[in-house]
């Protein structure tokens, strides 16, 4: 029997996890007004390099007692400088459930060589917050983005804790909850949830954090761009805008459009609503028929911007191949691009669903997932 493919295509098949689809019309046009060809250190560029921490300050909630850093090298020079700059002063607890995670083991193990204890979980699991000791330096994901789990609160983070609580929140961001009292680093970059160009991170200190820079001196000499601090004391221009290296003016002026948009469909409330609309529609995808689902193994720790899948059709005897197979089909077609899951990750799609993707274009895409799941699945009947 002949399978038709659907009559509607998405009206944008980006659904990359990073980086990911820009800005609901966004035009080069709408970055007319970057400071091209002027310094950073201008009036004007650190006026808009202070628009962007204060206007992210603002979206996410972040307390104002806490510091707002633009650094280099997007969100892994974020957590590199945190790691590099924080850690070594106590023991610490590396926690990781997918390959984000684990590569900061290996940096603070293998590289660092910090006395750590090691808590991992399966891809589509997560690890148990409540058996971690938070007198130790902590150090997680918030949302695994090539796992989809995610954190789904911080409750069992006391507020008393000893040790800091190093978090990277790279892919939750402007559509999860972050409780900042609970957390003493956050890190992320512009090119995931709104939607921003690569190469600059944003990194959050606390009070605490602050206050272990002051106090504490590693063993290990620090790269210049990781050097928040001079005499004993924070380089507080780092976080009024005036950055360690130079950033783009035109990256800059990308990620204020961003946070434009943002604030006019109703900030964080308004991201959080659009990203839960775009995963809800995929979850009533998947529960309603029996051969794809989540990886996320609890529906509680389902993330809801890098939403997980996995082929659970009896028939397909090699996954990794059968999900390739799929990718490619929907990638050819135009409905789907860059959906296939992450290498390290088990066989799978992985479909972005932050807040700059429209439900409309992810509702529209979803008839062409189970064409082309079809589609395969009757290519291997013929070759059986």
């Not at 690569?198 to 954090?209: D, E, K, N, W, Y």
């Not at 050097?227 to 924070?234: A, E, I, P, Q």
Request: negative net charge; aromatic residues 8%; glycine residues 8%.
């Amino acid at each position: 029997m002949a399978i038709s493919a659907p009559a509607t295509r998405p009206a944008n098949p980006r659904f990359s996890s990073g980086p990911c689809a820009k800005i609901p019309g966004f035009e080069l046009s709408m970055l007319a007004d970057a400071a091209l060809g002027r310094s950073h250190r201008a009036k004007i560029g650190k006026d808009k390099l202070k628009a962007a921490i204060e206007t992210t300050r603002e979206i996410l909630g972040v307390p104002a007692d806490y510091r707002i850093g633009i650094v280099p090298a997007s969100d892994t020079g974020a957590v590199e400088m945190a790691l590099w700059s924080l850690l070594g002063a106590r023991k610490a607890t590396m926690v990781a459930w997918e390959s984000f995670g684990a590569g900061w083991v290996t940096d603070v193990v293998k590289q660092l060589k910090i006395d750590a204890e090691v808590k991992t979980a399966e891809y589509g699991e997560i690890v148990d917050f409540a058996t971690l000791d938070f007198d130790t330096d902590v150090v997680f994901t918030w949302n695994g983005t090539t796992s989809g789990v995610r954190l789904p609160n911080g409750d069992a983070i006391p507020a008393d804790r000893a040790g800091l609580t190093i978090c990277d929140a790279t892919s939750a961001a402007f559509a999860q909850d972050l409780p900042f009292d609970k957390l003493d680093v956050v890190t992320f970059s512009w090119q995931k949830v709104l939607g921003g160009e690569a190469a600059h991170g944003i990194l959050i200190l606390s009070p605490r954090a602050v206050e272990r820079l002051e106090t504490y001196t590693p063993a290990w000499p620090l790269p210049k761009i990781f050097r928040m601090t001079k005499g004993g004391k924070l380089i507080e221009g780092i976080f009024v805008g005036e950055t360690i290296n130079t950033p783009s003016m035109l990256c800059v002026e990308d990620y204020l459009v961003a946070l434009d948009w943002a604030k006019s469909v109703g900030g964080l409330k308004g991201l959080q609503d659009r990203a839960n609309a775009n995963a809800q529609a995929i979850w009533d995808f998947c529960a309603a028929r029996d051969w794809i689902d989540n990886l996320a193994v609890d529906p509680a720790t389902r993330s809801n911007t890098s939403v997980c899948l996995k082929f659970t059709d009896p028939r397909i005897t090699d996954g990794a191949a059968f999900a390739k197979a799929v990718q490619k089909r929907l990638e050819a077609e135009g409905v789907a691009l860059d959906v296939g899951a992450y290498r390290d990750a088990p066989a799978g799609l992985r479909i972005w669903c932050g807040g700059t993707i429209e439900t409309l274009d992810i509702e529209a895409m979803l008839p062409w997932l189970e064409y082309a799941f079809e589609a395969e699945i009757a290519a291997l009947a013929e070759t059986a």
